[in-house]
Nanobody, 115 residues
Framework: QVQLVEPGGGLVQPAGFLRLSCLASGFTFSSYGMRWYRQAPGKERELVAQITNIGGTRYADSVKGRFTISRDNAKNTVYLQMDSLKFEDTAVYYC?????????WGKGTLVTVSS
């Protein structure tokens, strides 16, 4: 059974930092690309960051230089390090695994940036 579990959300102050994790199981993690999406209240879901199975990364312009995606294939885990957080980073963050037509999603974790 495929599972993507995302602990690590919470409340953080502006300019603070937070690290999200996504623990995968039920598929060959090292073969899959991984993405973090987010959906803010009243907005569409957007791609935040992506890491390929060989480690190539790309980021949304809104998070470049502040967020870092990484993966640990030995732990079947992908991370999103979020620094210099802003109010507008408040959203539900979703982990996504992709491999050709295969596509799996986590249930999401809420990140709230507030003073």
């Amino acid at each position: 059974q495929v599972q993507l579990v995302e602990p690590g959300g919470g409340l953080v102050q502006p300019a603070g930092f937070l690290r999200l994790s996504c623990l995968a199981s039920g598929f060959t993690f090292s073969s899959y690309g991984m993405r973090w999406y987010r959906q803010a209240p009243g907005k569409e879901r957007e791609l935040v960051a992506q890491i390929t199975n060989i480690g190539g990364t790309r980021y949304a312009d809104s998070v470049k230089g502040r967020f870092t995606i990484s993966r640990d294939n030995a732990k079947n885990t992908v991370y999103l390090q979020m620094d210099s957080l802003k109010f507008e980073d408040t959203a539900v963050y979703y982990c996504n695994a992709f491999f050709y037509s295969m596509d799996y999603w986590g249930k999401g974790t809420l990140v709230t940036v507030s003073s």
